[in-house]
């Protein structure tokens, strides 16, 4: 079964803006993780982001974690063309469970 | 470094032919290895699990069935593809180095 859902489905921006993706999800969780696909390849794991952690940057990339909220938010910073991908977010219950995966959200950057 | 292969890369199959689909990792020292379909435009949907060898965990009941012979090896199969099974069937493991997943390039198929 699907746990996370990200909003937007889809995002359109300008090369330089912001672009924020969020993801929802249902139980608990050890940690989340946001993962990149680009279109007809395989995932990406992009940064972790551990269930007492609030907040986690790597390079551009800016991800928050609310688990009272059971939601976290993605940022990605100064965006590219190159950054055009679906983006999604998944959740690790902690143990051999595996991951669960959002829908995405489609980003489209454009120069 | 941890590396998944799949193959093939694409297949057209029609109505009621089998399937096999074959994914083996290497530079992974956990054993662990997840087939994911991924229907056009939408998210990931787990199939199957495996922990090790012929130990196998269905999530979906369905056309679909799955075996690990090896401890690098994971096949997907159907002895009867339907219009359905249609998809992006993704292989992964988790990785040693970064504690997330990596997944191999993965097989489009369709069946027609």
């Known amino acids: 079964s699907q746990q996370g859902e990200e909003d937007p489905q889809a995002l359109s921006i300008q090369e330089g803006e912001n672009a924020t993706m969020n993801c929802s999800y249902k139980?608990?969780?050890?940690?989340l993780q946001w993962y990149r696909q680009n279109s007809g390849r395989g995932l990406v794991h992009l940064i972790l982001?551990?269930?007492?952690?609030r907040e986690k940057h790597s390079g551009r990339l800016r991800v928050t974690l609310d688990t009272s909220k059971k939601s976290s938010s993605l940022l990605i910073t100064a965006s590219r063309a190159a950054d055009t991908a679906s983006y999604f977010c998944?959740?690790?219950?902690?143990?051999?469970?595996?991951?669960?995966f959002g829908k995405g959200t489609r980003l489209s950057v454009i120069a | 470094s941890q590396t998944i292969h799949q193959w093939p890369a694409t297949l057209v199959q029609p109505v009621g032919s089998p399937l096999s689909l074959e994914c083996t990792v290497e530079?992974?020292?956990?054993?662990?290895l997840y087939w994911y379909r991924q229907a056009a435009g939408r998210g990931l949907q787990l199939l199957f699990y495996?922990?090790?060898?012929?130990?196998i965990s269905s999530e979906v009941p369905q056309n679909l069935s799955a075996s690990r012979p090896q401890d690098r090896q994971f096949i997907l199969s159907s002895k009867k593809l339907l219009l359905s099974d249609s998809g992006f069937y993704l292989c992964?493991?988790?990785?040693?180095?970064?504690?997330?997943?990596?997944f191999g390039s993965g097989t489009r198929l369709t069946v027609v």
């Open positions: 530079g992974t020292s956990n054993p662990n």
């Open positions: 139980t608990s969780i050890n940690n």
């Open positions: 992964a493991s988790p990785s040693d180095s970064s504690y997330g997943y990596t």
């Open positions: 982001i551990r269930s007492n952690e």
């Open positions: 998944a959740t690790d219950g902690g143990g051999n469970t595996p991951l669960v």
């Open positions: 495996s922990v090790g060898i012929g130990q």
